[in-house]
């Protein structure tokens, strides 16, 4: 490959070359056939622009408010599990890479590096992510962690009641370190000798009860707003809002959970149209170039999340493959921004894309 990195996928390659085959596959991989994996991708691709010509866009500006807070552009850190695989300094490069591209963080509840390190390291926002084991008093502990380091957010993952079948780290045996959140709470301690330690740990600790109705009790301990990352129905869309959720994940956890669920980017329409603009709808899974972080707005995203792109970045270049990264989406994001004929990310709307269903009708 050229020196000169000129598109996020070329860090994939990058990351392959750097990486032991257990790690790269862990962080590539997803659920059994991979389907969705793929169509994450692809049907981004389906969806056409409708460009405007003859509009000012001499100063093209992508900066916009999450929750209050100013960032750089639409685009956020996706919560990724243990940084330290892809590179010796883990989340402390991938933190300090969001401080300098001044966007938001979601740690990962499976880190490896600690809520507090991460704080300590850089004055990036930050939201924390959370799973919920059987064992509650580990999200008390997080949770109440993360809002003493001055995290502004909590990220429920609502799609993991167990582990998706991942095969290509059963047939690696795939073994993790322990967690470091959870040092002096729980040891991490092998608990299969077969296929992989990740899906038999995780099978044994998370909360597969977990359900609407303890959204409540989340909320009695803590005061930060909480997000449902995982959503890809209408009817969870509304269930969301009615349990009063202050933003909504349209995710599919990068295809590495129930396969055959759809293309994030196809079921955001009418996620957005059931929350009728009460709460902002992120959307996460594919996002690969700045056109598809256009796409994503049109249909109604606030801002996209990017997971593995920012891992190949890490593994790759450390820090600054992080930012290279987030750099590169957003200069993809502002020259589609100028072509389309929309000088801020308030202009993009629904009648710059085409997606495949109203191409059919
Ligand atoms: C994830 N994801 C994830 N999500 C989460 O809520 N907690 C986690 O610890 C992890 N860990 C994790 C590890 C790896 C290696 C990947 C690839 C993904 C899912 C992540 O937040 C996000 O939903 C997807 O990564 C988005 O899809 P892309 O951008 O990777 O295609």
Redesign the pocket.
């Known amino acids: 490959m050229a020196d000169e990195i000129v598109n996020v996928n070329e860090y994939q390659v990058l990351a392959r070359q750097a990486l032991p085959k257990m790690y790269y596959d ?2 590539a991989g997803g659920a059994e056939d991979e389907h969705t994996l793929k169509e ?1 991708v692809q049907a981004f691709q389906r969806i056409i622009f409708l460009p405007r010509v003859l509009v000012d866009v001499s100063n093209v500006a992508l900066s916009t408010t999450i929750l209050g807070y100013n960032i750089s552009a639409p685009i956020m850190i ?4 243990m940084h330290k695989l892809a590179h010796p300094e883990g989340e402390l490069a991938t933190a300090r890479a969001a401080a300098k591209s001044n966007t938001i963080m979601i740690l ?3 880190a490896s590096c600690t809520v507090e390190e991460v704080a300590a390291s850089c004055d990036a926002v930050r939201f924390f ?1 959370l ?1 919920v084991y059987k064992r509650r008093d580990i999200a008390v502990n997080l949770v109440q962690r993360a809002e003493k380091s001055g995290y502004k957010a909590i ?1 429920l ?1 609502a799609d993991t009641p167990r582990l998706g079948r991942r095969e290509a780290d059963i047939k690696n045996k795939l073994i993790v370190p322990q967690l470091k959140n959870l040092e002096g709470l729980m040891s991490m301690e092998v608990v299969s000798d077969k296929g992989s330690n990740l899906e038999a740990y995780a099978n044994e600790t998370m909360d597969p009860s977990l359900c609407w109705r303890d959204i409540a009790w989340l909320k009695s301990i803590t005061n930060l707003p909480i997000l449902i ?1 995982g959503i890809l129905t209408r009817e969870d869309a509304t269930k969301a809002m009615e349990i009063g959720a202050a933003g909504i994940i349209v ?1 599919n ?2 295809a ?1 959970q129930l396969d055959y669920t759809p293309a994030t980017i196809s079921v955001l329409e009418e996620v957005v149209q059931a929350v009728g603009g009460k709460v902002p709808v992120f959307l ?4 690969r170039r700045g056109t598809d972080i256009f796409k994503a707005l049109a249909l109604g995203a606030q801002a996209v ?5 920012v ?1 190949f970045g890490l593994a790759a270049k450390g820090e600054a493959g992080v930012k290279k990264v987030m750099q590169m989406l957003k200069d993809e994001l502002e020259l589609t921004m100028a072509l389309a004929g929309c000088p801020s990310v308030k202009d993009i709307n629904r009648s710059h894309v085409r997606t495949e269903r109203q191409r059919l009708q």
């Open positions: 862990f962080y994450n996706a919560p990724t599990a990962s509840f499976s992510q799973y990220v993952t990352k995710s956890h990068g590495r996460d899974g594919g996002v999340l990017v997971g593995r792109p891992v």
